[in-house]
């Protein structure tokens, strides 16, 4: 037996898969050592393929291909279905040789790795209901008095020393942040984090009175917050000494270290660290120690609604496109060319092709969910910025992807969009570039929720944050000349900008065609043409399609 | 410790894994194109190069590090390590953080800015104007006490212990209790320095809101781009 598999092969997988079947069917006749010797084995096979496939699946989940998505989903069911096989080890071990017993006590430890490692490839939905062992388990370890036994595991080729307990913090805690709103390489930063911050990972029985996340041993969930009142079983991890190392991260970032220095996460781009150093301060914030309602979620009838995904095609059809699509097409369809039909119809089957429908399952005061299929929602990923329409007569709402998780079908998936603006508007904002030419782009303007408008801000493209130079408006015979002074939040390839307002002046007669678009006035050709040019929105066909200012 | 058994016992025989496979699979399988021979030459700890190694603590891949992480923390404020240098522009972007209620990142900009400037006082007495605003006792009482320490001749050291005082009046660091205190002053503007340097007249704030109304509430901007076809012919 090679010490190494090439999971990408089918056969691969197939082999590995019929190892550990034979290893599980042996179980029950084989001796203790060799149990675990077996179960060791099997690991060292799945980290050596994993470990080679990790660096390109981790850094380019973006670009996963049916594939890297097959090998994924394999991976999780791997370490989901060696956590099991480690559980039914520790299990029959634990009757042989107690719970505390050197072989269980190593099984253990396999078990909740696995289980952690399980919680960074789900692609499927994950089986929840696994919580029940695992804190069967730690409940043994903890009445034998060896839940503080350390113990060697190996992980991405590395060997690394934790106790039980820190193992079994590990996996809730990587359950907890795997639920849709951390992505792939977000995970495997904050796991890699995760093994730097053991010694930390330590339960008291006791609440303790400050912030700290809890785990019911004799239930079958994961982390929570707060206090447990009905003196049941429980663990508590306080939060502040995490706190204190994620703290001790920053000031690591900025003597210009990456923690750890080594490894896959290490190779992940610094805004991966960063949005994960963010989702961390927002979990371990303690004004979240006290229950929060949720927002009332109403279920909706399943209604298609045409989704929106990124600031370009928001900006080409989010504010509608969808309306105008069906039926300015047909309403011009007479005064066309043959060449022009031609065309429209191309466009429209493009158009078609490209659509993004998806079913509206509840709506609550936050936001939106949605259900997809796998097909349906390719390409939308968390952080993603979306427009949507929910009846043809109101205006399109802006938000943000905040979760995206596995449909209750196989196949389908789940997903939450928080609620930015429900009145966003396009806007055309000029500025004069270095050679000192006028070039107009355009985007989204959202209002603050007060009147002073300090807190309004705009949809900007990432790539327009690298100037920050004036831009102007020009609205109702005034230009206001503004500049974008910092982010307020930000997605993938796009970012919601704060802006200040450098001063005003009336707009001179001959600048009158520069404005900010308004439906439904009379359309200038030339003036059309050029604003679409400027915005960008050209196409090699772009003759046949214009845009009402 | 819980070694692996492998290590505990190195004498104990590895398990067999191709007769456990034969006794389990009717159809060998050809293993060949399948497996590779391991992590002995590529893939030999890699991961675990000394950190004194010139390739990971070199002082120009730290600088990179610091320089790519102040831009992607702060972006749209400052884009590196090389904004830093214009203390008016940090304290400008702190205090639109503080005024977005991300006084956290505001302070930490700051703290990026007085690592690489720590002489340059209107750093410093930002930072604790913004703590102060925050009611952030315990870091104003720890922050003053490093200014102190870093501008003993600081003449605005009087203006710090009057904050100190009304912040945190049990700190015997800002003097006795019963000094000056800014809320004995009474009026419509609070009596603090503005050494975060907010504008002195209204006219951003006059501006801004003028700009919310035309588009929000006169109407004037609508839902912008809408594709429609025409022909030339048309």
Redesign the interface.
């Known amino acids: 037996?090679?010490?190494?598999?090439?999971f990408q092969?089918p056969?691969?997988r197939?082999?590995f898969e019929?190892?550990r079947?034979?290893?599980r069917?042996?179980l029950g006749n084989t001796a203790s050592?060799?149990v675990?010797?077996?179960v060791?084995?099997l690991e060292e096979v799945l980290d050596?393929g994993v470990?080679?496939l990790k660096p390109g699946l981790v850094g380019s989940t973006l670009h996963w291909d049916p594939a890297d998505r097959g090998v994924s989903e394999w991976i999780y069911l791997q370490h989901c279905a060696l956590a099991d096989l480690a559980r039914r080890a520790a299990d029959l071990l634990e009757r042989r040789e107690g719970a505390c017993g050197?072989?269980a006590?190593?099984v253990t430890?396999l078990a909740f790795l696995h289980w952690g490692e399980a919680a960074k490839w789900i692609v499927n939905r994950r089986e929840r209901l696994a919580f029940g062992w695992i804190h069967y388990l730690m409940r043994n370890a903890i009445e034998g008095g060896c839940n503080l036994?350390?113990?060697?595991?190996?992980l991405?080729?590395?060997q690394r020393?934790a106790s039980l307990e820190s193992l079994f913090l590990r996996a809730l805690f990587l359950d907890r942040f795997a639920g849709g709103n951390l992505s792939g390489p977000q995970l495997e930063v904050l796991d890699a984090w995760l093994w730097e911050w053991m010694p930390d990972l330590r339960c008291t029985r006791a609440w303790p009175g400050d912030p700290a996340f809890r785990v019911d041993l004799d239930g079958n969930g994961g982390l929570r917050r707060g206090e447990r009142t009905d003196g049941g079983p429980s663990l508590y991890l306080p939060i502040a000494p995490l706190e204190a190392r994620r703290r001790a991260l920053?000031e690591e970032?900025?003597?210009?270290?990456?923690v750890p220095?080594?490894?896959v996460a290490s190779d992940l781009r610094?805004?991966e660290h960063?949005a994960v150093l963010d989702h961390l301060?927002a979990a371990f914030e303690a004004k979240r120690e006290k229950l929060v309602e949720r927002k009332e979620r109403r279920p909706v009838a399943g209604d298609p609604i045409e989704v929106c995904v990124g600031v370009a095609e928001i900006?080409?059809?989010g504010?509608?496109?969808a309306t105008?699509?069906s039926e300015?097409?047909s309403a011009?369809k007479a005064?066309?060319?043959d060449t022009?039909r031609l065309r429209?119809v191309q466009f429209a089957s493009e158009y078609e092709a490209s659509r993004r429908i998806l079913r509206l399952v509840d709506i609550s005061d936050s936001g939106y969910g949605f259900e997809a299929t796998e097909k349906e929602a390719a390409n939308l990923a968390v952080d993603d910025l979306v427009s949507l329409r929910l009846a043809r007569d109101e205006?399109?709402v802006l938000g943000r992807v905040t979760r995206r998780v596995p449909g209750a079908i196989l196949g389908h998936v789940t997903i939450g969009i928080e609620e930015l603006s429900d009145h966003p508007?396009?806007?055309t904002l000029s500025r004069t570039t270095a050679d000192g030419r006028r070039e107009d782009e355009?985007f989204i303007?959202v209002?603050?929720s007060d009147?002073?408008?300090?807190q309004?801000s705009f949809i900007a493209p990432e790539k327009s944050?690298r100037d920050?130079e004036s831009r102007d408006?020009c609205?109702?015979g005034?230009r206001?000349t503004?500049r974008?002074?910092?982010?307020?939040r930000?997605g993938r390839g796009w970012?919601l900008?704060?802006f200040?307002?450098l001063?005003?002046e009336p707009v001179k007669p001959v600048e009158t065609s520069v404005v900010?678009?308004?439906?439904a006035k009379p359309?200038d050709?030339q003036t059309t043409a050029a604003a679409r040019a400027r915005?960008g929105?050209v196409t090699s066909r772009g003759?046949?399609?214009?845009?009402?200012? | 410790m819980l070694m692996r058994s492998s290590t505990s016992a190195p004498t104990a025989p590895r398990v067999d894994f191709e007769r456990l496979l034969a006794a389990t699979c009717k159809l060998p399988v050809d293993l060949a194109p399948i497996e590779w021979d391991g992590d002995v030459d590529d893939c030999a700890e890699p991961d675990l190069a000394p950190v004194d190694d010139p390739r990971v603590s070199g002082e120009g891949r730290r600088r990179r590090i610091r320089d790519r992480y102040i831009g992607a923390r702060f972006p749209g404020a400052v884009s590196g390590a090389a904004d830093l240098e214009s203390p008016e522009r940090v304290i400008k972007a702190a205090r639109l953080y503080f005024e977005d209620g991300r006084a956290e990142t505001g302070q930490e900009l700051l703290d990026l800015a007085i690592e690489q400037h720590p002489h340059i006082e209107a750093l410093w007495l930002a930072q604790l104007e913004i703590l102060y605003l925050a009611y952030d006792a315990a870091r104003f009482s720890e922050r003053a006490k490093a200014f102190r320490q870093s501008h003993p001749a600081s003449t605005h050291w009087a203006e710090v212990t009057r904050l100190g005082r009304a912040l945190a009046p049990d700190d015997k660091f800002f003097g006795a209790k019963s000094g000056p205190r800014p809320n004995e002053h009474y009026g419509p503007w609070p009596h603090l320095p503005n050494w975060i340097q907010a504008s002195w007249d209204l006219t951003g704030e006059v501006l801004a809101s003028d700009f919310h109304r035309l588009l929000e509430r006169e109407g004037v901007a609508v839902d912008g781009f809408v594709p429609r076809v025409i022909g030339k012919a048309a």
């Not at chain 1, 974008?484 to 307020?488: E, I, L, Y």
């Not at chain 1, 003759?543 to 200012?549: A, N, R, S, V």
């Open positions: 037996m090679k010490s190494g598999l090439h092969h056969n691969a197939g082999e019929r190892l079947g034979s290893v069917e042996s050592g060799d675990v010797r077996a060791e084995e050596a470990r080679r050197m072989h006590l190593r430890a036994h350390p113990c060697e595991v190996r991405d080729g590395r020393v920053i970032f900025h003597r210009g270290r990456i220095s080594v490894g610094l805004e960063i301060r900006l080409l059809r504010f509608g496109g105008a699509s300015g097409l011009a005064s066309l060319s022009q429209q205006g399109c508007r396009s806007i355009a303007y209002a603050g009147a002073c408008g300090k309004d944050l920050m408006a609205i109702a005034q206001f503004l974008f002074n910092r982010v307020r930000s970012a900008v704060g200040e307002i001063g005003v900010v678009p308004v439906r359309v050709i915005a929105l003759e046949g399609i214009e845009y009402d200012l």
